[in-house]
């Protein structure tokens, strides 16, 4: 069975930085493009990074470019989000999901409030 | 960015009554592969997003077949034959052949 756990959400202030991680288990992990997608309370859904099954592609939407970094770890079947200088808008539940949206994580809350 | 745009944006539906969710496109969704990548997603509240349709019109495994995609190039539609009560929610289209991956704002279909 497919299933992708995230982690690494919470509370921080303006400007703060969080690192998300997604577990990943039931498939080749290594063999899937993998990304991150968002969705602000209440709000609708906005695809934020993708990244190429070794690493050596990386996509991000122009929001979030210069801020995030999205990573991966295949010998641990792991999916990183590196955010730095978050802002308010960066509010949201991500999820992690295997490209093509076939699985998705439960998604983790970040919170940008001072 | 590729503007995806559903409608209408509520509905109300009867049980056991067809329901269809419309998408459109601000460029063709044609890749240079030949595929065409619209795929539909349908959330429930406090739950995460499920995949319905992929590339138009592939069921995913697991899906009723009372669901169905169709379309091409800029204009796509979502068809529920017989709405169910399950059915409640939120349906997304997405574009997946241009960067950056996009959704339609979402339709939220109820039960009259």
């Known amino acids: 069975e497919v299933q992708l756990v995230e982690s690494g959400g919470g509370l921080v202030q303006p400007g703060g930085s969080l690192r998300l991680s997604c577990a990943a288990s039931?498939?080749?992990?290594?063999?899937?493009?993998m990304a991150w997608v968002r969705q602000a309370p209440g709000k609708g859904l906005e695809w934020v990074a993708n990244?190429?099954?070794?690493?050596?592609?990386?996509y991000y939407v122009d929001s979030v470019k210069g801020r995030f970094t999205i990573s991966r770890d295949n010998a641990k079947n792991s999916l990183y989000l590196q955010m730095n200088s978050l802002r308010a808008e960066d509010t949201a539940i991500y999820y992690c999901?295997?490209?093509?949206?076939?699985?998705w994580g439960q998604g983790t809350l970040v919170t940008v409030s001072s | 960015d590729v503007v995806m745009t559903q409608s209408p944006l509520s509905l109300p539906v009867t049980l056991g009554q067809p329901a269809s969710i419309s998408c459109r496109s601000s460029?063709?969704?044609?890749?240079?592969?030949?595929?065409?990548?619209l795929n539909w997603f349908h959330q429930r509240p406090g739950q995460s997003p499920r995949r319905l349709i992929y590339?138009?019109?592939n069921r995913d495994s697991g899906v009723p077949d009372r669901f169905s995609g169709s379309g091409s190039g800029t204009d796509f539609t979502l068809q529920i034959s017989r709405v169910e009560a399950e059915d409640v929610g939120v349906y997304y289209c997405m574009q997946g052949t241009h960067w950056p991956k996009t959704f339609g704002q979402g339709t939220k279909l109820e039960i009259k």
């Open positions: 590339k138009v019109s």
């Open positions: 039931g498939f080749t992990f290594s063999s899937h493009w």
């Open positions: 990244i190429k099954q070794d690493g050596s592609e990386k």
């Open positions: 999901i295997r490209d093509g949206g076939a699985y």
């Open positions: 460029q063709s969704l044609v890749h240079s592969d030949g595929n065409t990548y």
